[in-house]
């Protein structure tokens, strides 16, 4: 999918190639070969920029062209309630346009549209980039916002839980925090990276830096420690679940366990007593017109007796 965008000091309009112009927007979703030479024509950028991004396992890092800048971070993924990932997101920073390569939509590029037009520029490619650096780290804070929440609400299922559910829900969000310390990591990196470019004879012509896009990438690499703070803390607090949980599971199955035990073992007083008087030989009170009450009120005399120890031992 491909699609053009220009917003300039509040003037929203969707573009196609035929009618690109200077500062626009090109976003790539998931591309198919002839909009990548389409698009590499159109713009005079290297098709091996534009293919980046479009291998999964492609690390974070910076690429520098005569004419053009490549800037390759990871985002964040939501796929359900436990499971997270992260994908590669490819901005290309021209003379003229920014273009931006993903294998997927994402909610980030959802955050620029006609209806926030006013908290954009297309036309301001250094500072749209950062904006887009921004909403990014602000997402993995919020998914990690979210991870706590369901944590909290897997530690509750597992107070009474037998089942191992829950043990592989905190395994699919450790896997999913994994994910986020590596992106975050490696997106720290090219952070800085892009911090120091100011002084690069070499870039100065691509990214042009004022006081408030220096703001906002400082904002940035503030939100992007935030993130990998507060990932390395959750991890450690999942770790420490698994292993407090696995324990309260084996613990919960040994008190039921326990619980049937001691019910076996109470019933089994009326139980024998009735197999001994049920055989066809002479027994106590076999001639007793109420010798079936007899042995009745002494078997349950008898279990009453067990369970009170049991229960006195606390086994029940």
Request: some cysteine; charged content about 20%.
């Amino acid at each position: 999918m491909i699609k053009i965008c220009k917003n300039d000091a509040g003037n929203y309009q969707e573009l196609s190639l035929d009618n690109l112009v200077k500062g626009a927007w090109i976003q790539l979703v998931n591309p198919t070969a002839w909009e990548l030479n389409a698009v590499a024509e159109a713009t005079e950028v290297p098709m091996d920029f534009l293919k980046a991004a479009l291998d999964e396992e492609e690390r974070s890092r910076i690429e520098l062209e005569d004419h053009c800048m490549l800037v390759i971070t990871n985002i964040p993924l939501m796929i359900n309630e436990t499971n997270y990932d992260t994908l590669p997101l490819g901005m290309i920073i021209s003379e003229d346009h920014i273009i931006t390569v993903c294998l997927e939509d994402n909610p980030v590029f959802s955050e620029f549209n006609a209806g926030t037009y006013r908290n954009f520029n297309t036309a301001k490619r250094t500072r749209f980039l950062f904006q887009i650096l921004y909403k990014s780290a602000s997402y993995y804070l919020k998914y990690l916002r979210q991870i706590n929440k369901y944590t909290d609400r897997i530690e509750m299922d597992l107070r009474t839980s037998m089942k191992n559910q829950e043990i592989f829900q905190l395994m699919d969000l450790q896997k999913g925090l994994t994910y986020f310390t590596v992106s975050l990591r490696s997106n720290g990196v090219v952070m800085d990276r892009l911090m120091r470019l100011r002084s690069n004879s070499q870039s100065q012509h691509l990214i042009k830096m004022y006081e408030e896009d220096e703001d906002l990438l400082e904002d940035v690499i503030i939100e992007n420690n935030q993130a990998i703070q507060m990932v390395e803390m959750y991890s450690h607090i999942i770790v420490g679940f698994s292993d407090a949980f696995a324990s309260i599971i084996s613990n919960n199955q040994n008190m039921v366990i326990k619980l049937l035990t001691s019910i076996t073992i109470t019933m089994a007083v009326p139980t024998m007593l009735a197999s001994f008087w049920g055989m066809n030989v002479p027994v106590p009170f076999g001639d007793n017109p109420y010798g079936f009450g007899l042995v009745t009120v002494i078997a349950f005399s008898i279990a009453g007796i067990s369970a009170l120890t049991l229960w006195k031992k606390k086994m029940f």
